[in-house]
């Protein structure tokens, strides 16, 4: 769940509610998403401040890290505050902030802040140690005492008042939220009902490959022609056969799906082509094979690139002729059957090593569907997840769970070598693990996906140097080091110096210098790489 923090700031009863506490105690609002992000853009020519105190600090060149660096510290507590709405401590001593949780089905969603207080009691020695520290940060020492004596002095029943309002204020996004959510999944159910772009037959996906092979079998549904279904175990090569016969004329008879690799030459010949009495061993009566049992229909030979050379040819002859030798007979029957095959495995290349024969290849793809990865379609990845986990919920009789966003990010960056296959195996696993939670938290995923958001998060620390010059003089190598390490810091820790300042080991304003020294300010490193 994401919050439209754009919409929210215009709504009007929230604007109406920081105009009355804007007049009232010269406070400003603003919000903060689910990352700790700062939604509001104080350098906007037409931002109007209710705090002269506030519209100083945010003149200063540091003003916006000041206050990143007080939000840090509230979402490094705010999940262990058991309060909805509590007051903080600011960058400036004495100058205290208020914050209320954003919390729908019991996950933080975000916080509204209110900002900057002074508390009744404050002595006139503490206000001097607030002027004394806005100086030292390099405000000058006028506008330190005219931004500190405008401040209000909130008592505590005013600091009453304000967390009754900030309560209403968080409610409110809550709530909206919530409404916007519903009609989303009405939308959502409706589109469901008339069918969308998004699905054909039992395939689901949005993105360009998958809407390219929507295309495809759309032009071959009144298609006679033998289709090869290429890509990897757990693609879906038997949905897509499946969507084949049930949208093409052979719909009403009957598909059958026999996997190659599962029978050793021998038994495969009877099971596509059945036997007679007493053919062999065990042969006690006359058998039908596939082949037959699928006339006028559409039989679907997954693993293909498993059979023999000897199968080959046979499977030729019935595709060619349409005529098959049950083991045993002598006199060959005729069938019509569409097939549709199957394979995870290059036969260009088992063509080359002698392996698969040529003109098998050839007669059976005429036309070819090559199925993507799923990390390869990496968009489909949440539609997938949300089918799976209504399916699965539905036939589990338990109401339908909802992913938490760390759950979702973390299946997001997982490669998925088991394809759709090993996702809907997860989402039934995630679904019994969860019990009675409405839910999925990241702690119960398979620990394969925890291990590999480790080992990236790892990579993502700089244990990769590529692009870093190992030529030259050490001084200049070091330099380029530590360019491309504060670099690279600053975009993932999304520009928080403090966080940063402490994984690389060294002092918040020693980051501070480097980060001038090296022109990797927020503004230009974001122009250097186009955002």
């Not at 109406?16 to 939604?39: A, C, H, P, S």
């Not at 968080?170 to 709530?175: A, F, H, K, P």
Request: some cysteine; aromatic content about 8%; glycine content about 8%.
């Amino acid at each position: 769940m994401i919050i439209d923090w754009k919409t929210i700031k215009e709504l009007h009863v929230n604007k109406k509610m920081e105009q009355i506490v804007g007049q009232w105690f010269d406070l400003d609002f603003f919000y903060v998403d689910e990352q700790g992000r700062i939604q509001n853009d104080f350098k906007a020519k037409d931002y109007t401040f209710f705090s002269h105190f506030f519209k100083v600090q945010m003149g200063h060149n540091y003003g916006q890290e000041w206050l990143e660096q007080d939000v840090e510290k509230i979402f490094e507590n705010i999940r262990n505050e058991g309060e909805m709405v509590f007051e903080y401590k600011t960058f400036f001593p004495h100058v205290h902030g208020m914050v209320a949780k954003v919390v729908v089905d019991g996950e933080l969603l975000g916080a509204v802040c209110a900002y900057p207080f002074l508390k009744n009691d404050v002595t006139e020695k503490e206000l001097g140690e607030v002027v004394k520290h806005m100086v030292e940060c390099g405000l000058s020492e006028v506008e330190a005492k005219a931004s500190v004596s405008k401040m209000r002095k909130l008592f505590p029943r005013e600091r009453g008042y304000m967390k009754e309002m900030l309560d209403i204020v968080s409610d409110e996004v809550g709530t909206f939220h919530e409404e916007i959510s519903k009609r989303e999944a009405r939308i959502h159910e409706l589109s469901h009902e008339v069918g969308n772009k998004y699905r054909y037959h039992n395939l689901i996906g949005k993105s360009k490959r998958m809407q390219q092979i929507y295309h495809l079998l759309q032009k071959i549904n009144s298609s006679e022609a033998t289709i090869l279904i290429q890509g990897e175990n757990g693609t879906g090569k038997e949905l897509v056969a499946k969507a084949i016969h049930y949208n093409s004329p052979r719909k009403e008879a009957v598909f059958l799906a026999v996997n190659c690799s599962a029978f050793n030459d021998n038994l495969l010949d009877s099971e596509l082509f059945g036997h007679v009495k007493g053919s062999f061993t065990g042969a006690i009566k006359d058998k039908k094979g596939f082949f037959e049992v699928a006339n006028g229909g559409t039989l679907f030979l997954d693993e293909i690139g498993d059979t023999s050379l000897t199968m080959q040819v046979k499977l030729l002859r019935v595709l060619q002729e349409g005529t098959f030798l049950p083991v045993g007979a002598t006199t060959p029957k005729k069938v019509n059957v569409r097939v549709v095959a199957a394979t995870n495995k290059n036969l260009k290349e088992m063509i080359a090593k002698g392996e698969f024969r040529e003109d098998l290849y050839y007669r059976i793809n005429v036309i070819n569907v090559q199925l993507p990865s799923l990390r390869e379609r990496v968009e489909d990845i949440p539609i997938l997840m949300d089918f799976f986990l209504e399916k699965r919920c539905a036939e589990s009789g338990v109401p339908l769970k909802q992913f938490a966003k760390k759950t979702m990010e973390k299946m997001l960056d997982y490669p998925w070598p088991g394809n759709v296959r090993e996702l809907e195996n997860e989402i039934e696993r995630l679904v019994v693990l969860s019990g009675d939670d409405k839910m999925i938290t990241p702690d119960i995923l398979n620990q394969r996906m925890i291990e590999h958001g480790e080992t990236g998060a790892a990579r993502e620390h700089g244990h990769g140097l590529k692009g870093v010059n190992t030529n030259g003089s050490l001084k200049d190598a070091l330099e380029e080091l530590e360019i491309h390490m504060i670099r690279e810091g600053l975009k993932r820790c999304g520009f928080n110096k403090s966080r940063l300042a402490k994984e690389l080991g060294i002092s918040r304003a020693g980051l501070i210098m480097k980060v001038e020294k090296y022109g990797l300010d927020k503004r230009l490193l974001k122009r250097a790489v186009g955002e």
